[in-house]
DNA sequence: ATGTTTATTGATAATGCTTTTCATTAAGGC
DNA sequence: GCCTTAATGAAAAGCATTATCAATAAACAT
């Protein structure tokens, strides 16, 4: 939503925000460097990195880390309310998904065990019919 | 459950187990192996890696990725059995929960958009009731 | 327009977790 | 005890991310 991730508007900021907009899969920042130089936005990875430190902390984007371990980033449709994602482990292509359950299953077992002050995290991820489709192709 | 890590049994392995055994919350390789030494039990960090990882194939203990991208581990009481974890986030303080409801709506989702080889990530944080009560103390 | 200030950029080096190498060690079966 | 080979671990490599810091260019003043 708000667009404060620094007081200067520079073209490479403006580049990043392109690539996420054109891309609507999770990427990491490394992916979207490539993309930006595809595009022939040549942006450092440095600031790729910058840029999208500072639209994760203004709540712009969405960020996740996979089961590699790394960072991965998506500009969401509906930026705002809570939920969750159904992801593509080989080619990043995402569902938004919402689940009023899991918010209230959640919520019920924390307080069932006495905490308080909860939060989740919840990502689901496969094939999606693309890649499975590639997958068993290659097979035969 | 099955202690099948391998076809021999060594002493750091048994170590390995033993300090996983000894701290029960989520825990860093390198942590564990500063356990280890300070236990007496000198076993290569690589060989802690290594057996953390094997012991997680055989789903003798679980791993999860941490927000610094740094995965922990952690020797479950029912081993056996995909669950989850609700954690405290100040202590650390860990309660295994099972929910088949989760598991058949993220299944439903999933398949319900064509994606298929499913897998999840879902753990709950929140304040445990001791250090809730550590907080509010505090206020006064 | 031109100059000044300083946020921003980006090539490079550094960091830190994890994996790979590969020579050495030691289980387990005989 | 001997043999086979899985297992170990010190060292090097791999890889994503962050820190440096000199050069660049927005924003603003003149
Ligand atoms: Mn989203
Ligand atoms: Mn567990
Ligand atoms: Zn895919
Ligand atoms: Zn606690």
Redesign the pocket.
């Known amino acids: 939503m708000s667009a404060k991730i620094?007081?200067?508007?520079?073209?490479?900021?403006a580049a990043v925000a392109a690539a996420l907009a054109e891309v609507d899969d999770f990427r990491?920042?490394?992916d979207l460097h490539d993309v930006l130089r595809r595009r022939g936005d040549?942006?450092?990875?440095?600031?790729v990195?910058?840029?999208l430190?500072a639209l994760t902390d203004s709540g712009d984007i969405d960020v996740l880390i996979n089961s590699d371990?790394?960072?991965i980033y998506r500009h969401c449709g509906q930026s705002a309310g809570h939920h969750h994602h159904l992801v593509c482990r080989k080619c990043g292509r995402t569902v938004e998904v919402e689940g009023k359950a899991i918010e209230r299953w959640t919520d019920a077992i924390a307080h069932e065990h006495g905490y308080s002050d909860i939060t989740h995290t919840m990502e689901i991820f496969g094939l999606c019919p693309a890649c499975a489709r590639e997958s068993t192709e290659a097979m035969s």
């Open positions: 620094g007081q200067r508007s520079t073209k490479q900021r990491s920042a490394q040549l942006v450092g990875l440095t600031t990195y910058r840029t430190q371990g790394e960072s």
